[in-house]
């Protein structure tokens, strides 16, 4: 009976001793985010991100300036235009008027007359001397208000009873000319004599 006992005993030792040493399981441990890798020894550091520069503030046009005058231009197709000049010369025996007549486009054309005479010269020396006439009339152009133009005049009066001859008569003027009207460009006097000159324009429109 005591053989009996010993080893029901012995059998319950042996089945807690199997139960009391099987292995338990390990908690499971919570996770973590993996660590960053450590850079190596002497790698410079990432640099950071630089902000985008804020964009410029646009500036304020400036309201646009008033329109000045408008310049004065030739109309483009204008019609012929007549310049008649005359030159009166007063003071001597009796008054001299010379005329001559140009017909010039007025789209910005020029002119000319260049006349040249011998006249018998008064004084010792050679039988004659020249005796010269020169217009130029220039940058003609048919304008709203007119017509302007450069006249340009070389006049050398002659009187064949002088012992000295007048000095030439220089003239240039600019000026803008009413359709049919003449107008005096120059009136001068000789200095050694009584002698006086003029010089009358008539600028016509031809239509």
């Given amino acids: 009976m005591k053989k009996v006992l010993a080893i029901a005993l012995t059998g319950v030792v042996c089945i807690a001793g199997q139960a009391w040493a099987q292995p338990q399981p390990a908690p499971a441990r919570p996770a973590t985010a993996p660590a960053a890798p450590t850079p190596p020894p002497g790698a410079r550091p990432a640099p950071a991100p630089v902000a985008p520069p804020a964009a410029p503030a646009q500036a304020v046009p400036a309201p646009p300036a008033p ?77 709203e208000n007119g017509i302007r133009a450069t006249v340009a005049i070389e006049y050398q009066p002659y009187l064949p009873d002088a012992k000295a001859q007048p000095g030439m008569v220089v003239a240039n003027a600019t000026s803008v000319f009413v359709d049919g009207r003449r107008m005096q460009i120059l009136a001068t006097s000789d200095p050694v004599s009584d002698r006086k000159t003029t010089i009358e324009v008539t600028a016509t429109v031809l239509k």
Wanted: charged fraction near 10%.
């Fill in 67 to 143: 329109p000045g005058p408008a310049p004065v231009r030739g109309l483009p197709g204008g019609p012929n235009i007549r310049f008649d000049v005359t030159i009166t010369d007063t003071g001597g025996p009796k008054p001299v008027t010379k005329t001559l007549s140009l017909t010039i486009g007025s789209s910005n054309n020029n002119g000319s007359v260049r006349q040249t005479s011998q006249a018998t010269n008064p004084n010792p020396g050679p039988p004659t001397i020249p005796i010269s006439l020169n217009v130029d009339v220039r940058n003609v152009n048919w304008l």
